[in-house]
């Protein structure tokens, strides 16, 4: 009697063949995850960057609407003047904001603020920066808090309007405000990064015309 065993298992071919599609499909796998967080990690860079210029635009929005506007010239300041060094003419503004909110606790403070946004750039970081100076006085140097208000920014860029054109300067012999300010924040871009921008516009017409009238009373 013949008794015949059945072969079980799988041949050399079969496992390499079996070998080589695992290999291919863990390959894909892998490839597949790594793009995958790649692209979340580029995602909240860029929700970050977006968050940081939102926080700086609220900020300066916040201290340009509150800007101090007394009737006379001599009693505010607006300053803003661009710097050309660099690939954009970045700007610097320095004026008097009206604030509730104290600088420091526990110290004596009027409402009144000296304010200050500028580019800071050191090698290849570039910041941007607030200083907030409480009861400011002309016979003291300029002083105040310093805060980062945003990190990576390659462009912090003001235009003003006078009524009649544009220019990117504003100096202190002005003899009012400006009509209209633009302010435009752009972000550096990187390879995980896409350069978020914000653009800023608030209307000091109101003001403006305001405090021009009232001088040329005052001459008449």
């Known amino acids: 009697m013949n008794v015949h065993f059945k072969k079980t298992g799988f041949t050399l071919v079969e496992l390499m063949v079996a070998t080589t599609i695992g290999t291919f ?42 800007m101090y506007k007394p009737a006379s010239k001599e009693d505010t300041k607006f300053i803003a003047f661009a710097d050309e060094s660099g690939v954009a003419a970045n700007s610097y503004l320095i004026f008097y904001t009206v ?22 750039v050191d090698e290849d970081k570039s910041t941007l ?4 100076w409480p009861n400011p006085d002309e016979d003291r140097e300029p002083g105040g808090i310093l805060s980062v208000i945003a990190e990576d920014i390659e462009i912090f860029q003001a235009r003003f309007f006078d009524g009649t054109e544009w220019s990117y300067e504003w100096p202190e012999e002005m003899d009012s405000l400006p009509f209209l300010i633009e302010l435009n924040i752009v972000a550096k871009q990187t390879e995980s990064r896409q350069p978020a921008m914000e653009t800023l516009y608030i209307n000091l017409a109101r003001s403006a015309g305001a405090m021009l009238e009232e001088e040329g009373e005052g001459e008449e």
């Open 25 to 66: 499909i863990a390959l894909i796998s892998i490839g597949t995850l790594r793009a995958v967080t790649a692209g979340a990690q580029m995602v909240e860079a860029n929700i970050e960057t977006a968050a940081e210029i939102r926080f700086a635009v609220k900020t300066l929005r916040n201290d340009l609407i509150n």
């Open 99 to 120: 604030s509730r909110a104290k600088a420091r606790s526990l110290e004596p403070e009027g409402d009144i603020y000296e304010v200050e946004y500028s580019l800071m």
């Open 129 to 132: 920066m607030r200083r907030f």
